[in-house]
Structure formats: C-alpha cells, structure tokens
T-cell receptor
Framework: AQSVTQLDSQVPVFEEAPVELRCNYS??????LFWYVQYPNQGLQLLLK??????LVESINGFEAEFNKSQTSFHLRKPSVHISDTAEYFC????????????FGKGTKLTVNP | SQTIHQWPATLVQPVGSPLSLECTVEGTSNPNLYWYRQAAGRGLQLLFY??????ISSEVPQNLSASRPQDRQFILSSKKLLLSDSGFYLC??????????????FGPGTRLTVL
C-alpha cells in the first residue's frame, strides 16, 4: 500500500519569500505523484503532476516540484510567493496500474503574510 | 470539456435528519467516481468509490451510504445524521488515459453542518 507524509501542517511565510512544502511517500511499486491546491471553501485543483520523464515539473503559476526516487520525495517549491498563494496544499500518490484511487497526505496550510 | 457539479453548496441539518448529496459529471463516460470528506484538521478521507453503475465500495464504516443510479450520477446519503458527520464533502471523478497518465478532478464541494 502507498502512504504520503506531509511533514508540515502549517507554513507561514512573508510575501515574495521562497517556500518549500515537503512531501514524502512510501510505495513498493512505481507511482504517479500529484500536488493539489485548495482555496477556502472550494474543491481541490490539480497544481502539477509527475507521471514519467523529466523529474522536474512546473505549474503555470510558478510552482515546481521535483520527483526524487532515491529519497521518495516530491517537494513543492516556489521562489517568490504572493498573497494569493495562501491556500491548503495536498500531496497525493497513485500506484501505476491497479486501482485508480489516490492516497492523499494530510495537507499543508500555506499562509502568505504581507 | 468535462465538468462536475455538486449540490447543495451548503446545508445545515439537525441531528437525526436524513441526508442526500448529489454529484453529476458531464462530458465523460463511465468515470470512476469518489466521495471524500474533509473534517477540520483531518485532511481528506475517502468515503466511497464507484467503478460503474450500482458498484460501490466503502472505505470506512459509518452511517453514510452511496449509490450510483446512473453512469454520471453519484449520491451520498444518510438515514440519520450524527454531529460527527459535519464537514466538507467533495465528489471527484478520475480518468486513466489510454496513452498513459491519470488525473482526478474535484467538484466544488458541499459544506454540511449538523446541529
């Protein structure tokens, strides 16, 4: 079975500072990896995903994540955050093949302060 | 394009009352469908998933049930709500691309408060 650990439940940062949200996963088989973002009282939106190929994936709003197989990590980074990035971020994993269910981490609440 | 709808958006119900939340998906056929619940500080909990009409798998024991009467309709129900049923309920659907790849899409959610 797969599992996901998001080490930080809350991350406060100042506007224009860099941020890293950590995600580690556990799986005995190959996986797909995802980051979702949830703004207050809304559903989850896919931010970026790793399926195969380049281990560095980017979103349209400046976030990036790097798949590190040896460290079983998929940390999310942004070099300069905005107030509008304030949201909850969820890391998720799906095994290649088998069930289509996602396994989610418990989420990291990012608060960007002026 | 595909869209997913949930209603109602918000709901306040007394303890012991019944519940029916509806989710519909447009623009795709035979999707896998999911019900999740978010309780404060507890992350995202998968409640039910369905791979086809009438096929429901329950992930956790509880007083909720799910049904899929049509291909793109997924309903979450309860005969008697508990205080602990309060939370944010999310419906989702997923697709496994034949060329490789996968994605899961979420609805806007229903905020349920049980008093």
């Amino acid at each position: 079975a797969q599992s996901v650990t998001q080490l930080d439940s809350q991350v406060p940062v100042f506007e224009e500072a860099p941020v890293e949200l950590r995600c580690n996963y556990s799986s005995s088989v190959s996986v797909y990896l995802f980051w979702y973002v949830q703004y207050p009282n809304q559903g989850l939106q896919l931010l970026l995903k790793y399926l195969s190929g380049s281990t560095l994936v980017e979103s349209i709003n400046g976030f990036e994540a790097e798949f590190n197989k040896s460290q079983t990590s998929f940390h999310l980074r942004k070099p300069s955050v905005h107030i509008s990035d304030t949201a909850e971020y969820f890391c998720a994993v799906k095994r290649r093949g088998g069930s289509e269910k996602l396994v989610f981490g418990k989420g990291t609440k990012l608060t960007v302060n002026p | 394009s595909q869209t997913i709808h949930q209603w109602p958006a918000t709901l306040v119900q007394p303890v012991g009352s019944p519940l029916s939340l509806e989710c519909t998906v447009e623009g795709t056929s035979n999707p896998n469908l999911y019900w999740y619940r978010q309780a404060a500080g507890r992350g995202l909990q998968l409640l039910f998933y369905s791979v086809g009409i009438g096929q429901i798998s329950s992930e956790v024991p509880q007083n909720l049930s799910a049904s899929r009467p049509q291909d793109r309709q997924f309903i979450l129900s309860s005969k008697k709500l508990l205080l602990s049923d309060s939370g944010f309920y999310l419906c989702a659907w997923s697709v496994l691309w034949s060329a490789g790849g996968y994605e899961q899409f979420f609805g806007p959610g229903t905020r349920l408060t049980v008093l």
